[in-house]
């Protein structure tokens, strides 16, 4: 007679397979951050430097976010180093002579959880810890395993991260993770502008049967899905993110020189029509269909030519494809018209007029994925987060909990 298991036994076996059920319906995610959302390093060998205090030479260090470099007079030095140049000749864009940059922690979590790995214990560097940790420490996620981040450079647009080979890279961690989770379909959590770059790589990379097997649910925390205002300030103002003090327009020497910001534009459609005014000068104003005079009356041309080159890369807004999840912030003041006086346009700091959104992305491109629920098959579900705002989507407990709710 063979020997019988004791019920102690039978009880702790049960338990252990209800466990290993529960962790097996856990799927993989995969985190594209937003614009700024993660770190970039530097290595530099100038000959010249806009101030005495600034770096000619050094090897690889923190660019993006650095706290010192966002002191004066190293605000210059930040702005020179992180700046990019365009060569007509060959229609490229790249750092300056004598800047290398490079993107760290791709596959990992860390470069988004903290953008300044020498602060972590201060909150205005932390970004997406408090998400990563919960489903560390909450439900068993490995960093670098099951949970992983795909960090990019977010001064660029799409087609030159096609060019960079960052879409292939997604692709193939994407499929390691669904390996890694036991060839369990993941989730794409994205945020800010990680939506749109995305979406581009949704709709434009891989095909539907490769949606199908390897992602289980695509989720947007305040997706920028057709531009926001606020880019249409950085090519005249620019605009400081509210982290260099006592420098209104510090910034735009930089970020006119960004693709992102030209393909960030506020895309003319039934999303920004053309009653909708972004910029008032004593002149005329200017709606998202009016940039071609609006670069001109700043005597920036080459804004509207990087307009003209990334406008339509995502401006389609093809549905996914896949089950959609469009979170957002909602009923935070939110940049929406921003207001010159005589003689200030475009190097005066602009009073803002505000409208609806989450404090950076404004409501009709939070809500633009909404059309996606006509054009396909998969459901598509929208939720606002009333008074949480842009950078808090990736922080709120409300918020996780609801990405817990459709991962685990």
Same mark, same amino acid.
């Not at 490769?210 to 300030?233: D, H, Q």
């Given at each position: 007679?063979?020997?019988?298991?004791?019920?102690?036994?039978?009880?702790?076996?049960?338990?252990?397979?209800? *466990?290993?059920?529960?962790?097996?319906?856990?799927?993989?995610?995969?985190?594209?951050?937003g614009v700024l959302g993660n770190q970039i390093e530097a290595k530099l060998d100038k000959d010249s430097v806009p101030h005495i205090w600034c770096e000619k030479k050094s090897g690889w260090f923190t660019l993006?976010?650095?706290?010192?470099?966002?002191?004066?007079?190293?605000?210059?030095?930040?702005?020179?180093?992180?700046?990019?140049?365009?060569?007509?000749?060959?229609?490229?864009?790249?750092?300056? @002579?004598?800047?290398?940059?490079?993107?760290?922690?791709?596959?990992?979590?860390?470069?988004? @959880?903290?953008?300044?790995?020498?602060?972590?214990?201060?909150? &205005?560097?932390?970004?997406?810890?408090?998400?990563?940790?919960? &489903?560390?420490?909450?439900?068993?996620?490995?960093?670098?395993?099951?949970?992983?981040?795909?960090?990019?450079?977010?001064?660029?647009?799409?087609?030159?991260?096609?060019?960079?080979?960052?879409?292939? /890279?997604?692709?193939?961690?994407?499929?390691?993770?669904?390996?890694?989770?036991?060839?369990?379909?993941?989730?794409?959590?994205?945020?800010?502008?990680?939506?749109?770059?995305?979406?581009?790589?949704?709709?434009?990379?891989?095909?539907?049967?490769?949606?199908?097997?390897? =992602?289980?649910?695509? *989720?947007?925390?305040?997706? +920028?899905?057709?531009?926001?205002?606020?880019?249409?300030?950085?090519?005249?103002?620019?605009?400081?993110?509210? =982290?260099?003090?006592?420098?209104? =327009?510090?910034?735009?020497?930089?970020?006119?020189?960004?693709? +992102?910001?030209?393909?960030?534009?506020?895309?003319?459609?039934?999303?920004?029509?053309?009653?909708?005014?972004?910029?008032?000068?004593?002149?005329?104003?200017?709606?998202?269909?009016?940039?071609?005079?609006?670069?001109?009356?700043? /005597?920036?041309?080459?804004?509207?030519?990087?307009?003209?080159?990334?406008?339509?890369?995502?401006?389609?807004?093809?549905?996914?494809?896949?089950?959609?999840?469009?979170?957002?912030? /909602?009923?935070?003041?939110?940049?929406?018209?921003?207001?010159?006086?005589?003689?200030?346009?475009?190097?005066?700091?602009p009073k803002t007029i505000n409208g609806n959104g989450d404090g950076t992305v404004n409501n009709n491109s939070l809500l633009a994925c909404k059309r996606w629920k006509k054009q396909q098959p998969y459901s598509?579900?929208? @939720?606002? &987060?009333? /008074?949480?705002?842009?950078?808090?989507?990736?922080?709120?407990?409300?918020? =996780?909990?609801?990405?817990?709710?459709?991962? *685990?």
């Amino acid at each position: 007679m063979g020997a019988q298991a004791s019920p102690l036994l039978l009880t702790a076996l049960i338990g252990l397979c209800l *466990v290993v059920a529960s962790r097996a319906k856990n799927t993989p995610i995969v985190i594209i951050p937003g614009v700024l959302g993660n770190q970039i390093e530097a290595k530099l060998d100038k000959d010249s430097v806009p101030h005495i205090w600034c770096e000619k030479k050094s090897g690889w260090f923190t660019l993006w976010l650095g706290i010192l470099e966002l002191v004066y007079p190293f605000t210059d030095c930040l702005e020179d180093n992180i700046k990019l140049e365009y060569h007509p000749d060959t229609g490229k864009y790249t750092s300056p @002579e004598g800047v290398q940059t490079r993107v760290p922690g791709f596959g990992e979590t860390s470069t988004i @959880e903290y953008l300044d790995p020498s602060t972590p214990w201060l909150s &205005f560097t932390q970004y997406c810890h408090d998400l990563v940790e919960h &489903f560390v420490s909450k439900h068993g996620y490995i960093r670098g395993k099951t949970i992983v981040a795909a960090p990019y450079d977010w001064r660029y647009a799409p087609s030159l991260f096609q060019e960079q080979g960052y879409y292939n /890279n997604l692709k193939q961690l994407i499929e390691d993770v669904y390996a890694n989770g036991g060839n369990t379909p993941i989730t794409l959590l994205v945020h800010s502008m990680g939506a749109p770059t995305s979406l581009y790589f949704l709709t434009k990379v891989v095909d539907q049967a490769w949606k199908e097997k390897y =992602i289980k649910s695509y *989720v947007s925390l305040s997706g +920028a899905w057709r531009g926001l205002s606020k880019t249409v300030k950085m090519f005249s103002s620019g605009d400081n993110e509210g =982290i260099v003090i006592d420098m209104d =327009i510090w910034g735009r020497k930089a970020q006119r020189t960004y693709p +992102a910001t030209a393909w960030l534009l506020p895309n003319p459609s039934d999303t920004w029509t053309r009653d909708e005014v972004i910029i008032v000068t004593p002149e005329r104003n200017y709606s998202a269909w009016d940039y071609k005079p609006y670069f001109q009356a700043m /005597n920036y041309t080459r804004g509207y030519e990087m307009y003209e080159e990334f406008k339509n890369l995502t401006n389609d807004l093809l549905p996914p494809n896949i089950t959609t999840y469009c979170y957002y912030g /909602n009923k935070v003041a939110t940049p929406l018209t921003y207001v010159y006086g005589p003689g200030d346009f475009p190097d005066t700091e602009p009073k803002t007029i505000n409208g609806n959104g989450d404090g950076t992305v404004n409501n009709n491109s939070l809500l633009a994925c909404k059309r996606w629920k006509k054009q396909q098959p998969y459901s598509v579900t929208l @939720e606002s &987060f009333d /008074n949480v705002e842009h950078v808090d989507m990736v922080k709120n407990k409300d918020v =996780i909990n609801a990405v817990e709710a459709i991962a *685990v």
